[in-house]
């Protein structure tokens, strides 16, 4: 299983909502990622999780809050967001280590806010 | 952190090979550089990676020069289902097992039939 799942795929919610996207692996990865695109910009880094610990946050503001349960999840808490958060947000996850290091990315949450 | 320069854009013949520059001047001796490609909001896809050798895989090949300073990404036969934006990273180690993956503003390529 090769595959990074992103759930939903398609989250449409107003400022005052609070939502969560989800994001699964089961590669044994042990670093995990979060990255905000904006329509025809590269994508963003927010956050890294590094064996379940938070390891880089981007200065994202605390609208945006990332929870990783368990090596295998991540979740992100959306509250209180704004129209110019919506975007196309993607999850990632890594070995965390080695020659073969690389990213596997997840198809992404297309977020609209109202 | 290593910042990538690439042209915002290239036009290249279905079946000829693409040539992708990348510029990383200021890369350090551990950063690893990647490609990645993103076709149309899809998740970005891994194409490869290398360090000082010249590598190849069944999708492209990747020549860096001996200074490090720049790379080259070669598609060896494009195809039209080769149109995508194309991003090359040079990667940081922040911590040991905490890796950063900053994306430039990557090279749209579009194949022409």
């Known amino acids: 299983d090769t595959e990074v799942t992103q759930t939903p795929k398609h989250l449409v919610m107003g400022m005052t909502n609070k939502k969560s996207l989800k994001c699964e692996q089961h590669?044994?990865?042990?670093?995990m990622y979060w990255y905000k695109q904006k329509a025809k910009k590269p994508p963003e880094l927010m956050f890294v999780?590094?064996?379940?610990?938070?390891?880089i946050n981007e200065s994202v503001p605390s609208r945006f809050s990332p929870e990783c349960p368990n090596s295998s999840l991540l979740n992100l808490h959306l509250h209180a967001l704004q129209p110019e958060d919506s975007a196309l947000y993607l999850c990632?996850?890594?070995?965390?280590?080695?020659?073969?290091?690389?990213?596997?990315f997840g198809s992404g949450t297309q977020l609209s806010v109202l | 952190d290593a910042k990538t320069t690439q042209p915002t854009s290239m036009d290249c013949a279905e079946g000829r090979a693409a040539n992708l520059p990348c510029n990383h001047s200021?890369?350090?001796?551990?950063?690893?550089v990647y490609w990645y490609r993103q076709i149309h909001s899809q998740g970005p896809q891994y194409i490869i990676h290398?360090?000082?050798n010249n590598e190849t895989n069944e999708m492209a090949s990747l020549i860096i020069t001996e200074d490090r300073k720049s790379s080259t990404l070669i598609l060896p036969h494009a195809t039209l289902r080769d149109t995508a934006v194309y991003y090359c990273?040079?990667?940081?180690?922040?911590?040991?097992?905490?890796?950063?993956?900053?994306f430039g503003t990557g090279t749209r390529l579009k194949v022409l039939a």
């Open positions: 290398g360090l000082k």
């Open positions: 990632a996850s890594s070995r965390s280590g080695g020659r073969d290091e690389k990213l596997f």
């Open positions: 990273i040079v990667r940081p180690v922040i911590t040991s097992g905490t890796y950063k993956y900053i």
């Open positions: 999780y590094s064996y379940e610990k938070l390891s």
């Open positions: 200021t890369i350090s001796g551990n950063e690893y």
């Open positions: 590669m044994g990865h042990r670093a």
